[in-house]
């Protein structure tokens, strides 16, 4: 299996350390994150899981980016995106990460393959639209537009979106929360297709144990720290999966 070939210091994609994160809504403190370390590696397909309110979309909006902690630290290419500039973190999200969200937040009034090239405009060095809805098995829907589009076709397109740039990471949050067994599975295995073929390290948080078996790695989350991080060793096929 690829962990022991991944968790080397030269595969290591992210660095956190003592993560902490804190809100303060007037004289309350929550505290989302006490002092996480994690590392993620190229290649690896990795399942954050936890219930809600563990700190998983927290954890997962700082790798990307969209969030900065309160203490800590995250190294992704030789940087520490809590030092970076604006500026900075806008070009560390639109070259290196992908994000699929639970709402897929697609613009009404484009096509599926509009919707995509918006990311292939901007990104440096872009597949194809046409090339990124074909890798999530909607080559036949392009000139759709979202609302003749089911749930889960609209979800791939949200996934052919944030592949279309080539990101060297895919964060997903929830991608099938949204959706019913049949359908999430369908989505869960344009997932593990592109994390097969163009090795993208992915990472998804779900609080469905029934997603971290078809994991390589199985973080656990809870009040804001990791409890246990496991190997699978029983890993399992998308299609395998039922809830």
Known sequence: MKQQAE??????????????????????????????????YRGEFVVLLGPSGSGK??????????DAPTAGKVICGGNDLVLATD???????R??????????NLIPSLTARENVQIVTEIAQNPMPAERALELVGLGDRMDHFPAQLSGGQQQ????????????????????????DSTTGIVVLEVLERI?????????????????ARMADRVIHLSNGIIGAIDMNQDKRAAKELSW
């Open 195 to 211: 994390n097969r073929e163009l090795g993208t390290t992915t990472v998804v948080i779900t609080h469905n144990a029934d997603i």
């Open 95 to 104: 070259h290196m990460v992908g994000f699929v969200f639970q709402f897929y």
């Open 7 to 40: 968790q080397q210091p030269d595969k290591v994609v992210f660095h956190a350390e003592g993560l902490t994160k804190i809100y303060r809504m007037g004289e309350i403190e929550v505290r989302a994150l006490a002092g996480v370390d994690l590392e993620l």
């Open 57 to 66: 979309s927290t954890l997962l909006n700082i790798l990307g980016g969209l």
């Open 87 to 93: 500026r900075e973190l806008t070009q560390f999200r």
């Open 156 to 179: 791939r397109v949200a996934i052919a979106r944030a592949i279309a740039k080539q990101p060297a990471v895919l964060l997903c949050d929830e991608p099938t929360g949204a959706l």
